[in-house]
């Protein structure tokens, strides 16, 4: 697909706009490109217990294939988003294709931990198409498509991870474990081929320089701040290397919060995040983050249990997969929805309905446990949740940004939302083994420990729609919001994506 016409940087005609067939097959590019990088996330579950055997390491040491890519994702997230605002978001998007390919094939060859490690952490940095993928589809689709395609691109994080686990599992039972790996790898190069020759190159680069120091700095105070919290029940959360790791994490991340006020080209505009409307926006993204993924770690365990305990239903993970499956489609069929929400109601309105329902699926759960339909119920209504939340989030934060900083500031969030769910899986573990029984010598969660991991969900859930209700309102924005779903003819890209109710008029 050619580029479109030349634009002022940093507010890009509304002329490099796609015909609705061209919008169209760009958006479907784009939402594969989000589904593959985030399927790739839950590639090794299925394999996890046999990682140390497959790569001749011990339990501790084949853990880090897992939070190698956590970690890469969280820092990719944020600086993809700066790039791409920067040279170009077409480009940093093939970037990010090639490098999840690259790294695929360096997994599909390994056998020991260090080139596995190598490659799971360029897999993770792959994570940062999906932000520059949301901020690309403000410029190129339609007023009337927008909000549909933002939502469907969202909902890629959830649906990725959803099915990649039961696609992962039947793969790994199937063919040979280096197949995930092979898997990916074509995965990826269909992505970088689709974006090479079917997504528009728009004039969106403003230019400028990286801040290399700021990149550091975040990298640093993320990994360590990350590597605290996941590692925290292993390590013990009162020990020193957890608490240090922890403390220099937050310091480096205060470090870097004052020179980035201080530098004139920052990584992320501060003082921009700080506005109340991004800032709680944000806020309730960690919340919502941390709401979806207690029960993608919660319900699969629960399924799997024996059901000699009395209330483990005894599937096989291939089973459980399956039975996760339809959570992660339901995301996707609720994308229309939450557009058809955001345009009537507003953006605002529309995050508040989604963790609200959200939280409403835990609610079922940790009342209906005890049968496979029960929880596939629970976990519908609460990917549903998921898929009405994750779409308002960057609707809202591309409403009240400018253009080009529209890659950065929904990088940050997507940063928020992993914070979220690194949150989840240690909050949900300490939980688990909080209370547990003895099982043929085995320590296993009771049913009490699963009920309070629900309960805890619906209030992290039920917390995201308090802090959603609280972003400011104004008329101007829900009038943006109305004239967008019109299709009016609209003064910048801004203005056509703004379908929200938070702000005022977007910063130029």
């Not at 198409?129 to 339609?142: C, D, K």
């Not at 992993?418 to 909080?434: H, K, P």
Request: net charge neutral.
């Amino acid at each position: 697909m050619s580029s479109g016409p030349t634009a002022p940087a940093g507010n890009t005609s509304a002329d490099v706009v796609a015909e609705p067939s061209k919008a169209f097959v760009t958006v479907v590019v784009l939402c594969f490109g989000g589904l593959t990088a985030s399927l790739v996330q839950t590639l090794v579950i299925p394999i996890q217990g046999e990682l140390p055997r497959l790569l001749h390491t011990s339990a501790a040491n084949s853990s880090w294939v897992i939070t190698a890519t956590l970690l890469a994702a969280a820092v990719a997230m944020p600086i993809a988003g700066r790039l791409g605002d920067m040279f170009g978001k077409q480009r940093v998007l093939l970037v990010s294709a090639v490098i999840l390919l690259v790294g695929s094939a360096i997994c599909a060859m390994s056998s020991t931990l260090l080139p596995m490690l190598v490659g799971r952490a360029l897999q993770g940095l792959a994570m940062g198409f999906i932000p520059v993928g949301i901020s690309l589809m403000r410029e190129v689709t339609p007023p009337r498509m927008t909000a549909t395609a933002i939502a469907s691109m969202s909902a890629t994080l959830g649906v990725g991870g959803a099915i990649g686990l039961p696609l992962s599992a039947w793969v790994a039972d199937a063919f040979n474990w280096h197949a995930l790996f092979w898997m990916s790898a074509a995965l990826a190069l269909l992505v970088a081929v689709a974006v090479a020759t079917l997504v528009p190159n728009p004039a969106d680069a403003v230019g400028g320089r990286l801040d290399v120091v700021g990149t550091l700095g975040l990298s640093a105070g993320l990994i360590l701040t990350l590597i605290a919290v996941s590692k925290g029940n292993s390590w013990g959360w009162d020990q020193p290397r957890t608490l240090g790791t922890l403390a220099g994490g937050i310091v480096v991340l205060l470090l870097w919060g004052w020179f980035e006020l201080r530098v004139d080209e920052p990584l992320a505009d501060l003082r921009l995040t700080a506005q109340l409307p991004v800032l709680l926006t944000n806020l309730a993204a960690v919340a919502i983050g941390f709401g979806m993924m207690a029960q993608a770690i919660v319900v699969p365990q629960l399924l799997q249990l024996p059901e000699a305990t009395g209330y483990g239903l005894g599937l096989t993970i291939l089973q459980a997969g399956l039975l996760m499956a339809p959570g992660g489609l339901m995301m996707m069929l609720f994308a229309p929805v939450s557009s058809r929400l955001i345009q009537g109601a507003g953006a605002k309105r529309t995050l508040v309905i989604g963790a609200s329902v959200l939280g409403s699926g835990y609610v079922v759960a940790a009342f209906f446990m005890h049968t496979p339909i029960e929880l596939l119920v629970a976990s519908c209504v609460a990917s549903a949740g998921v898929g009405i939340g994750y779409a308002a989030m960057p609707t809202l934060i591309m409403a009240s940004v400018p253009m080009r900083e529209a890659g950065s500031a929904v990088g940050i969030n997507g940063l928020m939302r992993s914070i979220g769910t690194t949150v989840a899986s240690a909050v949900m573990a300490a939980l688990l083994t909080s209370s547990t029984q003895d099982f043929g010598g085995f320590a296993l969660p009771t049913e009490s420990a699963f009920r309070t991991c629900f309960i805890v969900g619906a209030g992290a859930a039920f917390i995201g729609a308090l802090i959603a209700a609280s972003v400011p309102f104004t008329r101007r924005a829900a009038e943006q919001s109305k004239a967008a779903a019109a299709g009016a003819p609209q003064q910048s890209v801004e203005v056509q994506a703004a379908p929200e109710d938070s702000s005022a008029a977007p910063v130029h």
